[in-house]
């Protein structure tokens, strides 16, 4: 076989892969939503699951919570300009209310890629209620979230916690501080 009959061959069968792999419609597509939905509640299971081992106080927190918000990894790379993306899940009253994406950007002195948990926890029934009427949410721009701080036993106060929505930012090394969600946008996935 003589290389351009090859070449023309393997970028022939590269644009069918690649073409059908992007029809939106079929029983293919209710399959990887179905599939998306379950990856996404395991993350959201998993992390949970560590964020009350590695953070004491945690459960207690996330017990008075309304709802919850997770995304179990959310990977941002970086050289100068910076951005992250990740998926998760709305939690409340034991059942997933929808399944949502993150997206920030960031500019500054910086190199390299993280991953990190975000978990956010809305306190009171209006907080999440505004979250679940908003088309797109903007920290910062359409809702103050507060991060919470380990107090000085080592443990999350959930007494001083009085903010309509808190989060946790985990890493590999446990709770982040000093971290700033804002300009961190949200938005619905239609899975």
Do not use: H
């Amino acid at each position: 076989m003589n290389r351009r009959t090859f070449l023309t061959g393997s970028l022939g069968a590269a644009w069918l892969a690649a073409a059908a792999g992007c029809t939106t419609t079929g029983p293919s597509s209710s399959a990887n939503n179905t599939a998306a939905r379950r990856e996404i509640d395991a993350g959201v299971d998993e992390a949970l699951s560590r964020l009350y081992r590695t953070v004491p106080g945690s459960y207690e927190l996330i017990a008075k919570a309304r709802g919850v918000l997770v995304f179990p990894d959310v990977v941002g790379a970086g050289f100068v300009i910076g951005a992250e993306y990740g998926r998760g899940a709305l939690r409340a009253e034991g059942s997933t209310l929808g399944y949502f994406s993150t997206m920030g950007g960031s500019f500054g002195a910086q190199i390299g890629a993280q991953s990190r948990t975000i978990v956010y926890a809305f306190m009171t029934r209006t907080a999440l209620d505004r979250f679940k009427r908003s088309s797109g949410w903007k920290v910062g721009a359409d809702a103050t979230v507060a991060v919470v701080k380990m107090g000085a036993n080592g443990s999350v106060d959930t007494n001083t916690a009085i903010n309509p929505i808190e989060a946790f930012v985990l890493t590999n090394a446990g709770l982040m501080a000093g971290v700033s969600l804002e300009g961190s946008k949200v938005s619905r996935l239609d899975l």
